[in-house]
């Protein structure tokens, strides 16, 4: 396999998983121990390219909420529009201040496959769980305070514990609090990620250039601008369709999709 190729599949898999409730972290790993380093020869992947991507499926979820952020940044008179923005702030500062935290405590996302299913398989069981219990509740589209607390606090279970995805942690922990919508609560864990993504990527160039590892002068910055323009084309198709797909139905496709990949990989390992 070319090293454009590879860059090609990277670019795919992180823009169909990043914003999916499934883990794009878990998907990466597997595509680049399963599907290339076992079968082709191959480099690791440098910082500054998996930033790249990952900023790639970012850029592709602003497009298609700027309408709603365009509002959010210039509708101040509007005093719904200023609480909903408020409430985004908020959610963001509780991940940084408990990401700060965890980090300074040592937390570090483990890179092995293990780890990885068995998240996916608890995070599969816990969708179904979920689903089940706000079935019977009236659907709720409002943002409360409650909502925007966890929503932040469980945006920091993904870079804690592997396989987790930061956006069914966030999804589901606002369906929990009230936010019963499966719209509002997706709209809103979307939103609130943007900052907090570019915060991680940020954070990681800084700790790269810090340590000398970010490898600027050597990086192939043609296959950096392939797999991010890749990751952003797949995102915004995989989201448009989530938006899409939650308007009829419920997220248990997502949740026997990790349990069934789970088991499969702890077969397999």
Request: include cysteine; proline fraction near 3%.
């Amino acid at each position: 396999m070319t090293e454009t190729l590879q860059t090609i599949l990277l670019g795919i898999v992180e823009g169909i998983t990043e914003f999916l409730p499934i883990s794009s972290t878990g998907h990466l790993i597997i595509t680049e121990h399963w599907f290339i380093a076992r079968h082709w020869a191959t480099q690791q992947r440098s910082d500054i390219f998996n930033v790249g991507i990952q900023a790639g499926a970012i850029l592709a979820v602003i497009v298609i909420f700027w309408p709603r952020l365009y509002a959010l940044l210039t509708g101040w008179r509007d005093p719904g529009q200023r609480r909903y923005f408020a409430q985004l702030v908020f959610a963001f500062l509780v991940t940084s201040i408990g990401g700060l935290i965890a980090n300074k405590l040592g937390a570090e996302l483990p890179k092995t496959l293990q780890p990885i299913a068995i998240a996916w398989i608890v995070g599969g069981v816990l969708i179904l769980v979920v689903e089940r219990l706000v079935a019977n509740r009236p659907v709720v589209d409002r943002v409360t305070w409650n909502v925007a607390f966890w929503v932040g606090a469980c945006q920091i279970l993904a870079g804690v514990f592997p396989g987790t995805s930061r956006s069914a942690a966030t999804i589901f922990a606002a369906m929990l609090a009230g936010l019963t919508s499966r719209a509002a609560a997706t709209e809103f864990a979307f939103l609130v990620g943007i900052p907090t993504m570019f915060a991680a990527t940020g954070y990681e160039l800084l700790k790269g250039a810090r340590s000398g590892t970010l490898g600027l002068a050597g990086e192939d910055w043609g296959q950096f601008a392939l797999g991010f323009v890749v990751s952003g084309v797949v995102a915004f198709i995989a989201v448009k369709w989530l938006l899409h797909y939650i308007q009829a139905h419920r997220f248990t496709l997502f949740a026997w999709y990790r349990i069934a990949l789970g088991v499969l990989v702890l077969a397999l390992v």
